[in-house]
């Protein structure tokens, strides 16, 4: 089983910024897609952004579009998310998850491998 690792995650207050980093703790072998997803306290966790490797581009909540920027490294295996604008809304635990196969989508329910998390608090 692969684990992710994210990091990058903070207090920060409102109108502020940070970068979240995912990589593989180990080997894992190239992916279809990569993604952000984020819980809030008492909320069933929400997909954030969805990065693909076949040149499908780039999925956003509406939630963050025009905010967060999802990206991946050239090998694929490394994913970012920065974060601008931040809002006390954008607190959450944010999720790292990669799924290996082809699917129809990179939904919750469709990734195969996520990390523990790391917590981002937005305040006012």
């Known amino acids: 089983q692969v684990q992710l690792v994210e990091s990058g995650g903070g207090s920060v207050q409102a109108g502020g910024s940070l970068r979240l980093s995912c990589a593989p703790a180990?080997?894992?072998?190239?992916?279809?897609?990569m993604g952000w997803f984020r819980q809030a306290p008492g909320k069933e966790r929400e997909r954030v952004a969805t990065?693909?490797?076949?040149?499908?581009?780039?999925y956003y909540a509406d939630s963050v579009k025009g905010r967060f920027t999802a990206s991946r490294t050239d090998a694929g295996k490394t994913l970012y998310l920065q974060m601008n604008s931040l809002k006390p809304e954008d607190t959450a635990m944010y999720y790292c998850?990669?799924?290996?196969?082809?699917?129809?989508?990179?939904?919750?329910?469709?990734?195969?491998?996520w990390g523990k998390g790391t917590l981002v608090n937005v305040s006012s």
């Open positions: 998850a990669a799924r290996v196969t082809r699917s129809r989508d990179c939904t919750y329910y469709d990734m195969d491998y």
């Open positions: 180990g080997y894992m072998r190239s992916t279809y897609c």
């Open positions: 990065v693909y490797n076949s040149g499908r581009g780039t």
